[in-house]
């Protein structure tokens, strides 16, 4: 039980936050049992039989102290929530693994059930379709006009490409031309030079 738990104890916690994790603690602090409604109590009057009882737990996990308030006194397990996640705490071995089997089972559960739920959307889909005619006709019409903005879309990306080329083709061409003419220029300048001779 939480209220038997003393300074060096393990104790265990299972997060499922993001899958399951699994720490094991070491007891650093435990406060004594007080009632979980402590104003419904007068602290001069003794506390009824069956009220519930909480204490609370400071528990060293590696260098980071995790602190378990409000845990049943009376509980070797509980769910809690700290620092915003989800977690179940024990100061058993054995109630960890019989978590640990539960936890598995159900994953495995849903997992074998994957298969079956896909075919239950599609026949699903189906039957929405079947008797919903006007449905079928707006989804292939909305299913052309996808096809056409991706067509289109492949074409500019290619009328693109083809500007690209041909800008490219003019340069290539003018640089050629202007080569040509600068050599003809030489050519007629030189041969007026010999004519003159």
Do not use: W
């Amino acid at each position: 039980m939480f209220q038997q738990l003393r300074q060096g104890n393990p104790l265990f916690i299972i997060d499922r936050t993001d899958g399951v994790k699994v720490d094991m603690g070491i007891v650093a602090e435990v406060s004594g049992p007080t009632p979980k409604y402590p104003n419904n109590y007068s602290p001069y009057m003794p506390i009824p039989p069956g009220t519930e009882m909480v204490v609370g737990v400071k528990v060293k996990i590696g260098d980071r102290t995790l602190e378990l308030d409000k845990l049943p006194a009376g509980a070797t397990i509980a769910d809690f929530t700290a620092q915003g996640r989800p977690i179940i705490v024990t100061t058993s071995r054995e109630a960890v693994n019989e978590q640990l089997r539960a936890i598995r089972a159900e994953s495995q559960q849903i997992v074998e059930s994957v298969s079956y739920n896909e075919k239950v959307v599609r026949d699903c889909d189906a039957a929405y379709v079947l008797i919903n005619p006007e449905v079928a006709q707006r989804d292939e019409e909305h299913r052309r006009i996808e096809n056409l903005d991706k067509q289109v879309k492949v074409m500019s990306e290619r009328f693109g490409s083809m500007q690209s080329d041909v800008q490219e083709l003019k340069q290539m061409l003018a640089a050629a031309l202007g080569g040509a003419q600068a050599g003809n220029a030489g050519a007629g300048s030189s041969a007026k030079s010999q004519k003159n001779q």
